[in-house]
Nanobody, 121 residues
Framework: QVQLVESGGGLVQPGGSLRLSCADS????????MGWYRQAPGKQRELVAA???????NYADSVKGRFTISRDNAKNTVYLRMNSLKPEDTAVYYC???????????????WGQGTQVTVSS
């Protein structure tokens, strides 16, 4: 079982920055991948960024160059640094963990409770 606890959301002005944190209860060595998803009102949940156990990362096109996902293995914590935030980044952000993968990629079976990010002036 993996338990994920997110923190760091809030209200920020356009152009501002936030850093989200996700602490997980399992050693990083048992987790294949960690991802950050977001869901805006009336929209489907979408993958924003992911980091695989070997350290490789991938990002949604809409956040490339603005968001950075990273991991602190000693703290079992994954971060999402968000710069140059836009109103369209407003959403509930969820941390997710995958212990396994299939041919199509990581299988995210474990989710945090979500943290609200609001970008508004």
């Amino acid at each position: 079982q993996v338990q994920l606890v997110e923190s760091g959301g809030g209200l920020v002005q356009p152009g501002g920055s936030l850093r989200l944190s996700c602490a997980d209860s399992k050693s990083i060595f048992t987790i294949y991948a960690m991802g950050w998803y977001r869901q805006a009102p009336g929209k489907q949940r979408e993958l924003v960024a992911a980091i695989i156990s070997g350290g490789s990362t991938n990002y949604a096109d809409s956040v490339k160059g603005r968001f950075t996902i990273s991991r602190d293995n000693a703290k079992n914590t994954v971060y999402l640094r968000m710069n140059s935030l836009k109103p369209e980044d407003t959403a509930v952000y969820y941390c997710a963990a995958a212990l396994q993968k299939t041919g199509t990629g990581p299988v995210y079976n474990y989710w945090g409770q979500g943290t609200q990010v609001t970008v508004s002036s």
